[in-house]
């Protein structure tokens, strides 16, 4: 992991910001990791308020914000809000950086299954979207829901909640059986190819 910034002192906060960092990324599953490494993709850090983080593919930068990296304390066994929070931030990141590498969120075949499962209502996928934010946001905020972003950027975004929401499935113990079930019932149209982006490009062993 590449980290973007120099040696020498450096406040609390960051060095904080950093030691959670280095943690949080050994907890990200393998295949995540290895598009960090294999990209070569630098970690940089931010101090503005309206921005949680950043993926920029040209430059092969995530950029996170230092206020959210260094509000907590890093708990192995029994993450808190504030913790979540940042580990859906980083897989939040890697998922766009990915996307854009290959184009996948842009493609007609993406946009036409993601328009087709927003348009149709879904109570299970209105309570699975709920729970999945409520899990990971931070004490005192919670993450956007899909109709908080530009129509021409709900596409992209529609690919990080489908995975994130089968990611807090998978973190509350569920089967593998019954997740596919509420994947499938909750997202129709986009679920299968979400979940085929995944396996390729995400999964462990695709580094």
Known sequence: ML?????????????????????????????????VDRNRIKFKWHNRKSTSG?????RKTIELSLMEFSRFKYDATAPGHDQRWCIATLKEEIIHFVAMQTGFDASAAWIAAAVLDMEKPSKLRKKLFRKQREYDSAEDEIKCGIEDYKKKERAGEWLVDVLLVRDYLTARGKSEEKIEQKMTKAFPESYPLARAFQKATLSDGCG
Request: proline share 8%; hydrophobic share 30%; glycine share 8%.
């Open 54 to 58: 950043v993926s920029d593919y040209d």
């Open 3 to 35: 980290r973007d910034w120099s040696p020498g002192p450096k406040s609390k906060d960051l060095e904080i910001a950093e030691q959670n960092l280095g943690f949080l990324f050994e907890d990200l599953p393998q295949g995540y990791r290895a598009v």
